[in-house]
């Protein structure tokens, strides 16, 4: 009676499963839609996407391995089943920045949907870097995505690469339940903001194993944001993982439970960092962050939290940002610092972070003098290993 009831059990349990687990995907092949090797593969992929998603039944669109050209597409559903893009080969974007509008490659409203595959996804971005230096010029970008993610839910991203983006390379927003896995991002450390990742207003997303190295941050969270776990990325060069910018915009969202695990950064402008703007036109939250067994190479920040950040010199500086930041734990971080500031905690003078703990840090720095740690409106706790000594409000 007893192995009876386990049986039943276990059969209860493998049909609680996904439908896709071990699913049998049929195949669609895009040079069955007219697609050639250095073709333009902008309506083989479109015809190929809307059959896959109006199938029913679990499909996969096939990118076979050579170059292809790929005009702004947006690969919308719902979909009938589950569909998988596998790319093998790669795919160009148009060299013209003009020539795209905010993103180019845009997935759309689909549940249960893959991305794979060895192929790389080139925005032949050299063309837009130029142009878009907010720092000299406020005529700058935005210029196109690579891929945006635009309400996609318990779906997978993984094995693919993104090189050379215009602006961001993958832009999340608005997606829930959504794994992003041994991924590859790269542009040159000089090329203006072509974040890695860029996460909004979604929840429960997974970023692991990811190799990114671009000219700002690896991975970006903006308002709006739940339950993020990021693990085991190797981020360099870049302006590291940071939370924000938050308190640009009114009505912005807040964001918490926010967790960056055994990650290593080589060569960073930054390493874990807030930022929030000062002048906020309205009030926000950040609470819950977690930064854990994170590993420091020649990093210029490598612990910052700015809420006086200001990357284009037109803020209302004295005014301080309405956004309230608690619950923060750095722990376990180690390494070699750029600088000599590689602790620096500076807080809102309206809103003081508040419970901000800081447990074995081990950052030392090889330039002239010792390394430091300074401390603006917040109280923070210490515990364990403090190098640089703690600092003092």
């Known amino acids: 009676?007893?192995?009876?009831?386990?049986?039943?059990?276990?059969?209860?349990?493998?049909?609680?499963?996904?439908?896709?687990?071990?699913?049998?995907?049929?195949?669609?092949?895009?040079?069955?839609?007219g697609a050639k090797s250095n073709g333009d593969l902008t309506q083989p992929l479109t015809n190929a996407w809307k059959d896959a998603c109006a199938a029913g039944k679990p499909t996969r669109v096939f990118v076979p391995k050579t170059t292809y050209y790929l005009g702004a597409v947006t690969l919308k559903g719902p979909c009938k089943g589950p569909v998988e893009?596998?790319?093998?080969?790669?795919?160009?974007?148009?060299?013209?920045?003009?020539?795209?509008?905010?993103?180019?490659?845009?997935?759309?409203?689909?549940?249960?949907?893959i991305l794979s595959g060895s192929g790389t996804f080139d925005g032949q971005g050299q063309t837009a870097w130029g142009l878009n230096n907010c720092l000299?010029?406020?005529?700058?970008?935005?210029?196109?995505?690579?891929?945006?993610?635009?309400?996609?839910?318990?779906?997978?991203?993984?094995?693919?690469?993104?090189?050379?983006?215009?602006?961001f390379h993958m832009l999340v927003f608005g997606c829930k339940n959504l794994k992003i896995q041994q991924v590859t991002i790269s542009a040159p450390g000089n090329s203006f903001n072509t974040d890695g990742i860029h996460i909004g207003r979604s929840s429960g997303i997974n970023i692991a194993g990811a190799n990114i190295g671009t000219g700002d941050d690896c991975v970006s969270?903006?308002?709006?944001?739940?339950?993020?776990?990021?693990?085991?990325?190797?981020?360099?060069?870049?302006?590291?993982?940071?939370?924000?910018?938050?308190?640009?915009?009114t009505n912005e969202q807040p964001v918490n439970g926010i967790k960056v695990i055994s990650c290593t950064f080589n060569n960073a402008m930054n390493g874990v960092r807030i930022k929030t703007f000062p002048a906020s036109p309205s009030s926000g939250t950040a609470n819950q962050l977690y930064f854990e067994d994170i590993v420091m190479n020649n990093v210029g920040n490598p612990i910052i939290i700015d809420q006086e950040y200001c990357p284009y010199r037109n803020?209302?500086?004295?005014?301080?940002?309405?956004?309230?930041?608690?619950?923060?734990?750095?722990?376990?971080?180690?390494?070699?610092?750029?600088?000599?500031?590689?602790?620096?905690?500076?807080?809102?003078?309206?809103?003081?972070?508040?419970?901000?703990?800081?447990?074995?840090?081990?950052?030392?720095?090889?330039?002239?003098?010792?390394?430091?740690?300074?401390?603006?409106?917040?109280?923070?706790?210490?515990?364990?290993?403090?190098?640089?000594?703690?600092?003092?409000?």
């Not at 970008?141 to 690469?161: E, M």
């Not at 809102?348 to 010792?370: D, E, T």
Request: aromatic fraction near 6%; include cysteine.
């Open 1 to 33: 009676m007893g192995s009876n009831c386990l049986n039943i059990g276990v059969i209860m349990l493998l049909l609680l499963l996904p439908s896709t687990v071990n699913a049998q995907y049929s195949v669609i092949d895009v040079t069955k839609y």
């Open 136 to 167: 000299k010029t406020s005529a700058c970008g935005p210029f196109a995505t690579n891929l945006r993610f635009n309400y996609v839910t318990n779906s997978q991203i993984r094995d693919i690469k993104s090189l050379n983006s215009k602006f």
């Open 221 to 249: 969270i903006g308002d709006g944001s739940q339950d993020i776990t990021i693990t085991k990325v190797n981020c360099g060069p870049g302006h590291g993982i940071s939370i924000g910018s938050l308190g640009k915009y």
């Open 315 to 393: 803020c209302k500086a004295q005014t301080p940002s309405k956004v309230k930041i608690s619950n923060v734990s750095f722990k376990n971080i180690r390494g070699s610092s750029a600088t000599a500031d590689a602790v620096k905690l500076t807080c809102s003078k309206s809103i003081p972070c508040q419970n901000v703990q800081l447990q074995n840090i081990n950052l030392s720095y090889k330039g002239s003098g010792q390394a430091k740690s300074t401390c603006k409106n917040v109280k923070p706790s210490f515990s364990g290993t403090q190098n640089p000594p703690p600092c003092k409000a």
């Open 85 to 113: 893009l596998q790319v093998q080969g790669t795919i160009k974007a148009p060299a013209d920045p003009m020539k795209l509008k905010d993103a180019w490659v845009v997935i759309q409203s689909v549940d249960r949907f």
